[in-house]
């Protein structure tokens, strides 16, 4: 928990907690406490928050914590995640529980202790912003850590522009040294528990601000290798390509393939001194979709050795792809001869099963055009920092930026290697009336907004043209798998049984044969034993329409980003059920792959229905 103090003391308290007597007590009460034990790993992040217009501020400071404050149940699984997966899901938390708009992260401070130092000091540099975080230890007795914590920031108006971003680091780090030019912000004493954070929220004069605090033994950290795939170094161009000895077919959707999209993909490939793909970029495009599956593809290609001077070195190439429906097919065997051994394979219960979804799709997508429903929306997303920005962070770690010509100390830099930009993230909040709508025999979906971040919209006749949105038409969503037509194209196995919505379930899961069905990886479905409705299902997979920016990220960043589609069916009508809520979440490996950092978060639920017996208008409806 936190004790606050009065942040117009800071300095004073500095001084107090840096007199000898003081630094003696804390140095001998912290080494009796921290020997014969292992390091702790300290972090600390802080985030500026804005909320939403309608919104008032809590003025006086809050304390939560994961383990004891209901409000964050649904996340207290992520404790045992890593610590990036863990910010996360906390500041996704913090933006539904406290409806902030908008969240920026300020710094992480991120330091290990190992007992042996009365005071953990720090500079936190930025080109127009610096902090200095001091911790002072108290009483170490695990698993649980006290210490006196105080951060303070550089004055408005201090940091002027300066020739280059080394000065401009080399000048905030001065200041962050001059009593004058810094303001404080807290000043609190922490106790936490090993390995479960502490929340905290508080005020300025002119801002707010939430504070993470995790404190951990001491793991080994692996190495930061996103950014070397960006930049592999010294690969020489060379005109020819070498000759591959593996090779992996990009997918080609079926859905693309029956609109005639094709044409070649210019490729720009990096390999090893092995002659393992390292990098892929597009230098022609043909696709965003057809793009990312070849770039998924060749990183999995191998090709010779290219020798310089008689040694293996890496090398960078031209190669090129085509996509057109008359050279690709399904590879294997034709789609009967895939049904025929598809039902031969299954065993009688799983047959069944997939006979009883076959029929129960068809009903509800039939009885899905006859009904109106408000839905609430909530988009959060976080825009990638510039490329240049990334290689920096992650190239110049380490770097010195300052040193002492009086003491011979040494600054070294230690930038965030968060790759998201907190300053570019933004909660946007819907409601509107949603509809299907057929037209010209085409089945549309109709979105007439009613409010827009808590603000009522009047005249009913603004839609919604939101194309995120549109891949989730969550009435088709177990169509797509399990209609007739569809379930041939996928591998089904009985995973478990498990009750959810107050139902007994079959857990199933899907596999494309193909490797990939229209955007659709994998998937796992709940459905009902007794009567085969869908209670669930959960979708892993890049949509092929209205997720462009996610696709140029993943070949920007050679990854793979994990998107995953969430659906709950439980409002029941005529023998259906109809979906209530559906999340989804789209996340990237971070610097270190070990830590996933989320790209864009959205939250549908739906609710007061209203049913009607003929195909119609939204307008007929009141």
Same mark, same amino acid.
């Given at each position: 928990m936190f004790r606050e103090s009065g942040p117009s003391r800071l300095n004073a308290v500095n001084r107090s907690l840096s007199s000898p007597l003081f630094v003696l007590l804390i140095f001998l009460l912290a080494m009796g406490s921290a020997h014969a034990r292992d390091k702790i790993e300290i972090r600390i992040w802080l985030f500026q928050v804005t909320h939403m217009e309608e919104e008032q501020p809590r003025k006086e400071p809050e304390v939560l914590s994961i383990s004891l404050d209901p409000e964050f149940a649904a996340i207290r699984d992520y404790i045992k995640r890593p610590p990036g997966e863990l910010k996360n899901a906390i500041v996704d938390n913090l933006m539904e529980i406290r409806n902030l708009r908008k969240v920026e992260e300020l710094f992480l401070f991120e330091r290990t202790w190992d007992g042996s130092s009365p005071m953990i000091s720090d500079s936190m540099i930025g080109s127009q912003l610096a902090f200095l975080v001091n911790i002072y230890p108290m009483k170490l007795a695990l698993p649980q850590f006290w210490f006196r914590l105080t951060i303070s920031k550089t004055k408005d108006g201090i940091l002027r522009t300066a020739k280059d971003e080394r000065a401009a680091r080399r000048n905030a780090y001065q200041a962050t040294r001059d009593e004058d030019k810094m303001e404080g912000l807290a000043d609190r004493e922490v106790h936490v528990i090993m390995g479960e954070p502490v929340i905290t929220g508080f005020a300025s004069q002119t801002a707010h601000y939430y504070m993470i605090v995790l404190v951990e033994e001491e793991k080994k950290q692996s190495a930061p290798d996103l950014l070397t795939e960006v930049n592999v170094g010294q690969a020489s161009f060379i005109q020819q390509a070498p000759r591959s000895t593996r090779e992996v077919r990009p997918f080609y959707p079926e859905t693309l393939r029956e609109r005639g999209v094709k044409g070649e993909v210019g490729l720009r490939l990096t390999i090893d001194a092995k002659g393992a793909v390292r990098r892929v970029e597009i230098r022609e495009s043909l696709y965003p979709y057809l793009d990312y599956c070849a770039m998924s593809a060749f990183k999995q290609w191998l090709f010779e050795p290219v020798a310089k001077k008689g040694k293996a070195t890496g090398a960078t190439f031209d190669y090129s792809f085509r996509f057109d429906p008359m050279l690709h097919y399904v590879d294997g065997p034709d789609r009967e001869e895939i049904r025929a051994a598809s039902e031969q394979s299954h065993d009688i219960a799983l047959q069944e099963i997939l006979e009883g979804c076959r029929d129960y799709s068809r009903k509800l997508a039939e009885q899905a055009l006859y009904f109106i429903c408000e839905e609430a929306i909530t988009i959060v997303h976080h825009q990638l920092k510039p490329l240049q920005i990334l290689r920096e962070l992650i190239f110049r770690q380490g770097e010195v930026i300052w040193e002492d010509p009086v003491t011979g100390g040494r600054v070294v830099y230690k930038g965030s290697v968060q790759i998201m930009d907190p300053s570019q993230s933004e909660r946007k909040r819907y409601v509107c009336d949603y509809q299907f709508v057929r037209k010209n025999g085409e089945i549309e979906e109709q979105r007439l907004l009613l409010k827009e971040d808590g603000r009522s919209i009047s005249g009913r006749s603004m839609t919604i043209e939101e194309e995120r949105l549109s891949p989730f038409t969550f009435v088709f969503v177990a169509e797509r798998i399990l209609a007739f037509g569809r379930q041939?194209?996928?591998?089904?196995?009985?995973?478990?049984?498990?009750?959810t919505g107050g139902r007994m379930?079959? &857990? #199933?899961? +899907?596999?494309?044969?193909?490797?990939?069905?229209?955007? &659709? #990886?994998? +998937?796992?479905l709940w459905v009902d034993q007794k009567d085969h409705r869908i209670l669930k299902t959960e979708i892993f997979g890049v949509p092929i329409e209205g997720y462009d920016d996610v696709l140029k990220d993943a070949i920007l960043l050679n990854?793979?980003?994990?998107?995953?589609?969430?659906?709950?069916?439980?409002?029941?009508?005529d023998g259906v059920l109809l979906p209530t809520h559906v999340k989804v979440r789209i996340e990237y490996p971070g610097i270190r792959r070990s830590s996933l950092e989320t790209k864009a978060r959205l939250d549908q639920t739906y609710k007061k229905w209203k049913f009607f017996g003929v195909e119609t208008s939204h307008e007929i409806i009141k």
């Open positions: 041939e194209s996928f591998e089904f196995r009985i995973l478990r049984k498990e009750r379930a079959v &857990v #199933l899961d +899907a596999f494309p044969r193909s490797g990939n069905a229209d955007g &659709v #990886l994998s +998937a796992r990854i793979e980003p994990r998107f995953v589609t969430t659906h709950e069916y439980q409002m029941e009508r």
